[in-house]
């Protein structure tokens, strides 16, 4: 059975940092790239970073130089750090282990979701 679990998501103040991580089956973290998106209020779902099988990497322009994906292969477990929160990152995050689809990546599986909200 796929599992992903996100925790880490809470309440912070502008500038803050938080770390949210994303544990994995191991097939899945294996065989996926892996990814977080958000969505906030009212707002369509978007990437917020990828990191490939390749172990390139991905950001969506708002989040560069703020955000780093990284992934830990021995605990099966992706992480999204997040420094200089801004209330505009206010969303719910979300893990998901993608498939190349030819032209562009598919979320294949999708964790349940963890609450950031930014505000002093």
């Known amino acids: 059975q796929v599992q992903l679990v996100e925790s880490g998501g809470g309440l912070v103040q502008p500038g803050g940092s938080l770390r949210l991580s994303c544990a994995a089956s191991g097939s899945i973290f294996i065989n996926y790239a892996m990814a977080w998106y958000r969505q906030a209020p009212g707002k369509q779902r978007e990437l917020v970073a990828r990191?490939?099988?390749?172990?390139?990497?991905n950001y969506a322009d708002s989040v560069k130089g703020r955000f780093t994906i990284s992934r830990d292969y021995a605990k099966n477990t992706v992480y999204l750090h997040m420094n200089n929160l801004k209330a505009d990152d206010t969303a719910v995050y979300y893990c998901s282990a993608d498939r190349w689809g030819g032209r562009d990546y598919v979320a294949d599986y999708w964790g349940q979701g963890t609450q950031v909200t930014v505000s002093s």
């Open positions: 990191h490939s099988r390749s172990s390139s990497t």
